[in-house]
Every structure is written in structure tokens, then in C-alpha cells.
């Protein structure tokens, strides 16, 4: 067990993420106390019926009071709105997070809200599945997995560190980056990937000669792994696409002007071109595995039938 970090953590939001937050904390022993709250009455419940948290309050406020270190856990277009509801209850001293998997809104939405005294260090976890709600968490979600943490100019190192600490404590790997950066980077990596998966589900969704029964039936790994991303939080994603408008648009562009040329050496028979250019993404996958993050098993390590 790991000396706690903070004495009491207060976790707005109980999905998947606060979940698996919880119950890693827990693990480690990294607080005296975790407070909680969701917005729903069922979620608020069935946190209570599960465990999830040690005491669940029916108000953010009341959840946050006291709190050495606040998470916001609710979907990007949320934040703003609940840390101007939390704002006045926060203890000089204290800092405000975020799990946001865009920057640059989040701290546009929350900044003017952090209170004197209040530090503010957001931070986007690396790790998720397509599940979603306070039963989905579990606590081995962020080990060896990355976390990055995007600090506002003029941030206390020593809050930097302690959140450094906790998330390093729920296995997870930290590293620092600037927001625009950030919001580029989980552009190519998550968001754009996820609006390609989406819109392949829409197509074969469109595609009336191909029955749904067929589409299901014989889904190979491919078509079966966009379907696992498309499956996520819809809420969720729709506030990201919203909020990380520039750097997704970016990439779009990019993916566009690449699925031409793929296009072309499809309609030309141009099979070098063809070859050379799965060879170099094959080597991204090669260093993804390389990284320890996932696994080179068949079917990416899921057990069959999953």
C-alpha cells in the first residue's frame, strides 16, 4: 500500500473512469477518503448498492466540500457548468482535475471559475474501454497505461507532483504536455479514429444489399473492431468532435488526401505503392506492441466470443 496522496479525493461523475479511478486508488491506498457524485438518481444508487465511493452525496457541492483534490469526470461540453456550480464550496488549497480527452475547451470552460487560492491541473488518462457507466470500472484500467497532464501557465509544481504521484500510484505512466499539443495528438490517435469508425458502421448500416443479419453474421476482426469503438459514450464523443473542432478538421484533411492516393493505386493497379504503404503502417503497429501497449495475441488478446 502507498502512503495516501490526498486525504480526501471528491470524484464528479461515476462512469467508467471515476469508477476505475476509485477502485485503483483503493488498491493503492492513495486517499483517506473518496467522495462522490453523479448527476442521475440511478447512478447515485447503484454506486451505493456497488461500493463505488466512500460516501456518495446528492450534490456536487456537498461532494466537494472539504475535498483536497476535485476530478471532474463528466463530458467536455459538462465541465464548465459544474465548476461554476462547485467553485464556492473549495477549499483554499485545493485542486481541481479533469479526465478530458480535449484541452484547450476544458481549460477555456473551467479556468475563469478556479477560485483564488484553487490550482488547476488538467489531465486526460490514456485507457478506457467501450463500456461505460459505474458498474464498467475496475482497478487495473490505467496500469501501464499513459496519462498526460496539461498544467496551466503559472501552476504550482508541487500540485503538478501530487497529482503526478496519484496517477503514477493507480499504474498509470505521466507525462507533461501543452494543450494544443495535446489536442493534436489525441487527434490522430483517438478522434479521428473513432469518427472513421463510426461512419464504417454507418455505411454497412446504409448499405441495404448487405442485410444486418449478414453484417453481424460475418463480421471479420476489422469490421468487429470498429464496431467496438463505435459503441462508445455517444454523448461523450459528440462533446469532443464539438470542442476539438480545428485539430479534428486538421486530420480529416490529411486522412482525405491519403484515402485519394489510396484510391488511385486501387484504380490503377499500383501494387508497389500499395505494398510500401501497409508496410510503413505495419511498423506503427509493430511499436504500439512494442510499447506494452496492447498485445501482438490474434483477435488483439480477447478471449472468443467477446
Not at 447515485?44 to 461532494?63: P, Q
Not at 493497379?269 to 506503427?284: E, P, S, V
Amino acid at each position: 500500500m502507498s502512503k495516501p496522496v490526498y486525504n480526501r479525493i471528491a470524484l464528479v461523475g461515476l462512469g467508467l473512469i471515476a469508477s476505475s479511478m476509485f477502485w485503483a486508488i483503493k488498491r493503492a491506498g492513495l486517499a483517506g477518503e473518496v467522495t462522490g457524485y453523479a448527476r442521475s438518481d440511478a447512478t447515485r444508487s447503484k454506486a451505493r448498492e456497488i461500493g463505488l465511493c466512500d460516501r456518495v452525496c446528492d450534490s456536487a457541492a456537498e461532494a466537494c466540500e472539504g475535498a483536497d483534490l476535485v476530478v471532474l469526470c463528466v463530458p467536455v461540453g459538462a465541465m464548465g457548468p459544474v465548476m461554476a456550480e462547485i467553485a464556492p464550496v473549495l477549499k483554499p488549497g485545493a485542486t481541481v482535475s479533469d479526465v478530458g480527452s480535449v484541452k484547450g475547451h476544458v481549460i477555456d470552460a473551467v479556468q475563469p471559475h478556479i477560485p483564488e487560492g484553487v490550482h488547476f491541473v488538467p489531465a486526460h488518462p490514456l485507457a478506457g474501454t467501450e463500456h461505460s457507466g459505474p458498474e464498467s470500472g475496475f482497478a487495473e484500467l490505467y496500469d501501464n497505461r499513459w496519462c498526460l497532464l496539461v498544467p496551466v501557465e503559472g501552476t504550482d509544481p508541487d500540485a503538478v507532483a501530487a497529482l503526478r504521484a496519484l496517477w503514477e500510484g493507480m499504474g498509470a505512466n505521466v507525462e507533461e504536455m501543452d494543450a494544443d499539443h495535446h489536442d493534436l495528438v489525441l487527434s490522430v490517435t483517438s478522434h479521428t479514429p473513432h469518427l472513421i469508425a463510426y461512419t464504417m458502421v454507418g455505411v454497412a448500416d446504409d448499405l441495404r444489399r448487405v442485410t444486418d443479419s449478414e453484417v453481424i453474421k460475418y463480421s471479420a476482426a476489422g469490421f468487429r473492431d470498429f464496431t467496438r469503438i463505435a459503441a462508445s459514450d455517444p454523448t461523450m464523443w459528440r462533446d469532443v468532435f464539438l470542442t476539438n473542432k480545428d485539430a479534428t478538421l486538421e486530420i480529416l484533411g490529411r486522412f482525405t488526401e491519403e484515402l485519394f492516393a489510396l484510391q488511385r493505386a486501387i484504380r490503377t493497379g499500383d501494387g508497389d505503392m500499395l505494398h510500401d504503404y501497409f508496410t510503413r503502417t505495419r511498423a506503427i503497429r509493430r511499436g504500439i506492441i512494442e510499447a506494452g501497449q496492447d498485445t501482438d495475441a490474434p483477435d488483439f488478446g480477447r478471449a472468443h466470443g467477446k
